[in-house]
């Protein structure tokens, strides 16, 4: 039995031929390549599976809720403590999303051979959110260094941020999820 994998999303299809459409992303069937790769070869496996995107992805999606709940804890205590701890998580942060976001560029290139799947432009469209916010925060912040110390709307307002920070962390989370392990639900499912 022949392997065809789909260079979008990854579903894996078994016959002699690859299917017309792919049942997961939709997209025809040249996008389907012949699987050959051999299990069981680890550096192979390890050169296929290790890709900059997740594992940078995990420096904003740790210490983004880091930095939120440091937020949370310096408008209860007051303690000034609580403001750098977030200042400073909210600063690598800001440092580490332009290289996800560039690195996932990268991998969708190479990977998924650019594939206009509409997953990927959501993911972008999601990042360059994040990225926008993230940095117009942290400037905020910068520019304005009693800002979370005295209160009033811009402490609102920073609420109102992180939440919608958090959010998009999140749905950046499930989508990228989606893409690597849906085609094995699918699989599953069969
Ligand atoms: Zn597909």
Redesign the pocket.
């Known amino acids: 039995m022949k392997r065809w994998r ?1 260079k ?4 894996v299809h078994e016959g002699a031929q690859p299917p017309e459409v ?1 049942p ?4 025809d069937r040249s ?1 389907f390549i012949r699987e050959t790769s051999v299990p069981g070869n680890f550096l192979r496996e390890l050169r296929e599976v290790f890709l900059l995107h997740p594992v940078s992805s995990h420096f904003p999606l740790a210490l983004l809720p880091v930095s939120a709940l440091a937020f949370v804890l310096l408008r209860i205590t007051g303690d000034a403590f609580y403001d750098r701890a977030a200042f400073y998580a909210l600063v690598i942060v800001s440092l580490a999303v332009p290289v996800v976001l560039l690195a996932g560029l990268r991998d969708w290139q190479r990977r998924y051979d650019g594939a206009p ?1 509409p997953v990927f432009f959501i993911k972008r469209a999601l990042a360059l959110c994040l990225c926008a916010l993230v940095w117009g925060l942290c400037l905020w912040r910068a520019m304005v260094p009693e800002l979370w110390i005295r209160g009033g709307l811009p402490v609102w307002c920073t609420f109102f941020l992180y939440g919608l920070m958090l959010c998009l962390v999140a749905l950046l989370g499930h989508f990228g999820g989606k893409i690597v392990y849906r ?1 094995t639900l699918a699989d599953k499912r069969d």
């Open positions: 789909c979008a999303c990854g579903y792919c997961v992303c939709g997209l996008y799947a085609w």
